[in-house]
């Protein structure tokens, strides 16, 4: 007897997209142009004073309390914001940022090598993005302007064959 497959469903009857983001939502972006329109206020007034306690480097940050509370931050992983169009992504909208259990892309880079499976679920991204995202670095670095120097600086050319 064949099993009872649903039409544009799978075996086990989930759908394709259930399994891809792992139970995880989607990042959501919000326009720099929406920003005056969206309440930011929530009861919650701006205390100016604690700037004075933000860290400015690494070794300030590395025994502050986590998850780190500075969103803000360029290394937090909560938000990214686009400098080119001002608009914020939110990274985690289901989550808040005390929620997460990795919070600081230095912490993750202090740990060592890690697979492209467990940035991705950092970062609420999938594995193959990660992979896109790492071979457009690396294409970057190599068309800069100090590794054609070092290239022409050091021996490697492949040697001649004889």
Known sequence: ????????????????????????????????????????????GIDEDLDEFRPRKRSECIEGPRPCPWVACKYHLYLDINPRTGSIKLNFPDIEPWEMEQSCVLDIADRGPVTLEDVGRIMNLTRERIRQLEAAAAEKIRGSKLAVEYRDFTLEKKPPEK
């Open 1 to 44: 007897m064949a099993p009872n497959i649903k039409k544009g469903g799978s075996f086990f009857g989930r759908d394709k997209g259930t399994e891809r983001r792992q139970g995880k939502r989607k990042s959501r972006t919000i326009a720099a142009r929406r920003l005056s329109k969206v309440d930011l206020s929530d009861g919650l």
